[in-house]
Nanobody
Framework: QVQLVESGGGLVQPGESLRLSCTAS????????MGWLRQAPGQAREFVAA????????YYAEPVKGRFTISRDNSKNEVYLQMSNLKSEDTAVYYC????????????????WGKGTQVTVTS
């Protein structure tokens, strides 16, 4: 079992930046791909970004490419999402996700996810 706890959400204006963090605990010895999903009100949960355990491969959803950057620090069991040039359509609850299979994170069905942190972008 892996427990994931997100932090860093908040209320920002369009064009501003925000950094999300996620700390993993529990059975973190496995080579998990970690990433982020989000869910806006009335919409399905969608993939945002993911990074493989060795950090060698990063995946991004098209709407966030060039604006969001995922990174991780395995020594701290943490993954981060740096979000820049935020738009109103980025408003959502952001969930940290983990799975040994990258595709499971990318298709929005990971084995583990956190409780989420709210990101609201509004003027």
């Amino acid at each position: 079992q892996v427990q994931l706890v997100e932090s860093g959400g908040g209320l920002v204006q369009p064009g501003e930046s925000l950094r999300l963090s996620c700390t993993a605990s529990g059975n973190t010895r496995r080579a998990y791909t970690m990433g982020w999903l989000r869910q806006a009100p009335g919409q399905a949960r969608e993939f945002v970004a993911a990074q493989t355990w060795d950090g060698g491969v990063r995946y991004y959803a098209e709407p966030v490419k060039g604006r969001f950057t995922i990174s991780r620090d395995n020594s701290k069991n943490e993954v981060y999402l740096q979000m820049s040039n935020l738009k109103s359509e980025d408003t959502a609850v952001y969930y940290c996700a983990a799975d040994v299979m990258s595709d499971s994170v990318r298709n929005g069905h990971p084995d583990y996810w956190g409780k989420g942190t709210q990101v609201t972008v509004t003027s």
